[in-house]
T-cell receptor, first 113, second 113 residues
Framework: DAGVIQSPRHEVTEMGQEVTLRCKPISGHDYLFWYRQTMMRGLELLIYFNNNVPIDDSGMPEDRFSAKMPNASFSTLKIQPSEPRDSAVYFC???????????FGSGTRLTVV | DAKTTQPPSMDCAEGRAANLPCNHS???????VYWYRQIHSQGPQYIIH???NNETNEMASLIITEDRKSSTLILPHATLRDTAVYYCIVRVAMGGATNKLIFGTGTLLAVQP
């Protein structure tokens, strides 16, 4: 298995632009998580899905952020419009039904200028 | 969830054992202790977990005190590649909402040559 695959690895965009981050979880994993990491706030859980259904989005910072999981093999995190304070590394992770053995992707480093 | 307390940083000489402590004095009977680590610029990586018995795998050993109020992660022969932030997390090992992992600040382990 190739693990959790995220794209792009790096994204630089101008303030106000729409940004879409992508994630392909490990096949057979029922849970998918989006995290954000900054120096100031550390690793924050934004949202997670179970069987493609959003379960808890309490960590999504504001309405500019949205996440979807149209099928078991793909998820997106969208920021519209983007702001400089959204600059961070965004990680996607997946896990099987039982236990919390998360496998993380390599992350997307987002820079909003 | 039980809170954990870890030292912010530790040093270890290459080739020596690294012993990373974690206090979780409010742990409940059904909560497991999980350890993850994050090497610079990578996503967190699962290391090991346990309930009450000591555990060992190819990466590390986990020693949990009899009263379960603290634990120690042991890297038997630390290498420079073990330099990372190590996170100790306490959660119930079940599906549903308990699957979400909340990361604290962890311990930055610096392995010195």
């Amino acid at each position: 298995d190739a693990g959790v695959i995220q794209s792009p690895r790096h994204e630089v965009t101008e303030m106000g632009q729409e940004v879409t981050l992508r994630c392909k979880p490990i096949s057979g994993h029922d849970y998918l998580f989006w995290y954000r990491q900054t120096m100031m706030r550390g690793l924050e859980l934004l949202i997670y899905f179970n069987n493609n259904v959003p379960i808890d989005d309490s960590g999504m910072p504001e309405d500019r952020f949205s996440a979807k999981m149209p099928n078991a093999s793909f998820s997106t995190l969208k920021i519209q419009p983007s702001e400089p304070r959204d600059s961070a590394v965004y990680f996607c992770a997946s896990s099987p039904q039982r236990g919390i053995l998360l496998t993380f992707g390599s992350g997307t480093r987002l820079t909003v200028v | 969830d039980a809170k954990t307390t870890q030292p912010p940083s530790m040093d270890c000489a290459e080739g020596r054992a690294a012993n990373l402590p974690c206090n979780h004095s409010t742990i409940s009977g059904n909560e497991y202790v999980y350890w993850y680590r994050q090497i610079h610029s990578q996503g967190p990586q699962y290391i090991i977990h346990g309930l009450k018995n000591n555990e060992t795998n190819e990466m590390a050993s986990l020693i949990i005190t009899e009263d379960r109020k603290s634990s120690t992660l042991i890297l038997p022969h630390a290498t420079l590649r073990d330099t990372a932030v190590y996170y100790c997390i306490v959660r119930v090992a079940m599906g549903g909402a308990t699957n979400k992992l909340i990361f604290g600040t962890g311990t930055l382990l610096a392995v010195q040559p």
